[in-house]
């Protein structure tokens, strides 16, 4: 096994954040001063104060004047992997960033079969807090001279648009890897340094296993987990 080679306040922002995330640490509860937290972990002051800073960029921990340090009520968004929509959530609302005709990213283009698209770049907020980038690519063929190219928010969303036009969504195929924020990402989701991203790409095909959207989606670590839901046959148990 490797030492552990963080540095004393990321190991105890680590103790910290999981004792959060696992209800130990309720929203509300108060921490212990920092020397008296200093002292329990045998750390300089300065450590402790610099492990609050991590958890407070993270929206982990708030601090309120004359009464210390207590934990917030962290939002956190359980992502069905199985579903198509995420559950409609209060106080969200999309912006399009950016609608054009692109030359497609490599990958995109192999499950598209076209090295051109139209590319809808949009931000996800909750209660005007940002919380996920999305990427999604349309053949040309398909999307040029349709809704899909306006700069405009689509009524119903692109499966309307696409039914609409013949190509009804059928089945979805996800990727899912995580790895640390690009500089635009890290920017654009006011990401906590050191917090990896959620990377979702999806591809979307029609009838005949057309595909006819590609998303690459990004979500800050800290504020999504994934859940799971898959039944088990007999054949499975062995």
Not at 114 to 128: G, K, N, T
Request: no cysteine; proline share 7%.
């Amino acid at each position: 096994m490797k030492p552990d080679t963080r540095d004393q306040s990321e190991r105890i922002a680590a103790d910290l954040r999981v004792q959060i995330t696992t209800g130990q640490l309720p929203p509300g509860a108060r921490l212990p001063s920092i020397p008296v937290l200093a002292a329990e972990r045998g750390v300089s002051t300065t450590a402790v104060q610099a492990a609050w800073d991590i958890l407070k960029a993270e929206g982990y921990l708030v601090s309120e004047t004359g009464k210390g340090v207590s934990v917030r009520d962290h939002h956190q968004f359980t992502m069905d992997v199985t579903a198509y929509f995420d559950p409609a959530e209060r106080g969200i609302e999309y912006r399009v960033l950016v609608v054009a005709e692109v030359e497609a990213p490599v990958d995109v283009a192999a499950a598209l079969g076209e090295e051109r698209a139209v590319l809808r770049h949009r931000l996800m907020l909750h209660q005007d807090e940002p919380v996920e980038l999305s990427w999604s690519y349309y053949p040309v063929s398909l999307a040029v001279g349709t809704p899909l190219a306006e700069q405009r928010k689509l009524q119903g969303g692109a499966p309307r648009v696409l039914r609409e036009l013949g190509y009804p969504e059928r089945e979805f195929v996800d990727r899912l890897s995580a790895r640390l924020p690009t500089i635009e990402e890290a920017e654009a989701l006011d990401i906590p340094q050191g917090v990896p991203v959620l990377r979702q790409f999806r591809t979307v095909y029609s009838t005949d296993e057309r595909p006819v959207e590609v998303s690459v989606i990004i979500k800050p670590g800290h504020l999504y987990e994934l859940s799971y839901r898959q039944s088990v046959s007999v054949d499975d148990q062995r």
